[in-house]
């Protein structure tokens, strides 16, 4: 069976620029959820979608948002760049089982975003 | 609100010792606990959980974990490191978000 996978693999953008990141979850998991992994402030949630849905979201501004489509592959989106947004952005999937999402995710390799 | 706390940035055992990394959690209600490993420039893989049932949770590459609910702890143990289990290690809390700490750097000298 096929991991999650993640498109690009590296990003470079200058400020005030908009990315998409997408990402293919493993066949059949339902839920995908993306992070924001840097040095200095390790790994965050930025959000959570199942069947088509925010299901939960971090504590990220506005600027970076996020959708899942029925065959739950999800992108998600960065506007106006700033240079603190370079990190590397993981998505991960999981099963999810009686609408409890409690499961071990399965995590891409992340695609590395770099702003200039 | 929820957090994990990963004491050690880094971790340094001789081959062939035991090693365990240590994460203590705070959550409210029960928690759902989980350990994670990443290796240099790839995405982090799933070692074990802890949902319910046996203090001692054993995992993948030999690995194992200790719930103790009175300490809040949720150390991650092996009984003989290798040289390949040199990564980065991650302590994870589930209720209502993914909490992760910050990352455990083992390194296993030969």
């Known amino acids: 069976k096929a991991g999650v996978t993640q498109t690009p693999r590296y990003l470079i953008k200058t400020r005030g620029q908009q990315v998409t990141l997408s990402c293919s979850p493993i066949?059949?998991?339902?839920?995908v959820s993306w992070y924001q992994q840097t040095p200095g402030q390790g790994l965050q949630f930025l959000f959570e979608?199942?069947?088509?849905?925010?299901?939960n979201k971090g504590n990220f501004p506005g600027r970076f948002s996020g959708r899942q489509f029925s065959n739950s592959r999800s992108e998600m989106n960065v506007s106006t760049l700033e240079l603190g947004d370079s990190a590397l952005y993981l998505c991960?999937?999981?099963?999810?089982?009686?609408?409890?999402?409690?499961?071990?995710?399965?995590f891409g390799p992340g695609t590395r975003l770099t702003v200039l | 609100a929820q957090s994990v706390a990963q004491p050690e940035d880094q971790v340094n055992v001789a081959e062939g010792n035991p090693l365990t990394v240590k994460c203590t959690y705070s959550?409210?209600?029960?928690?759902?606990l989980f350990w994670y490993v990443q290796y240099p420039n790839r995405g982090l893989q799933f070692l074990l959980k802890?949902?319910?049932?046996?203090?001692l949770v054993k995992g993948s590459y030999g690995f194992e974990a200790e719930f103790n609910k009175s300490q809040t702890s949720f150390h991650l143990k092996k009984p003989s490191a290798l040289v390949s289990d040199s990564a980065l290690y991650f302590c994870?809390?589930?209720?209502?978000?993914?909490?992760f700490g910050r990352g455990t750097s083992l390194i296993v000298h030969p």
């Open positions: 994870a809390v589930r209720s209502y978000i993914p909490t």
């Open positions: 959550v409210s209600g029960n928690p759902y």
């Open positions: 979608y199942f069947s088509e849905t925010q299901r």
């Open positions: 991960a999937s999981s099963l999810v089982i009686g609408g409890m999402g409690y499961n071990e995710q399965f």
């Open positions: 066949s059949g998991h339902r839920s």
């Open positions: 802890y949902i319910t049932g046996d203090n």
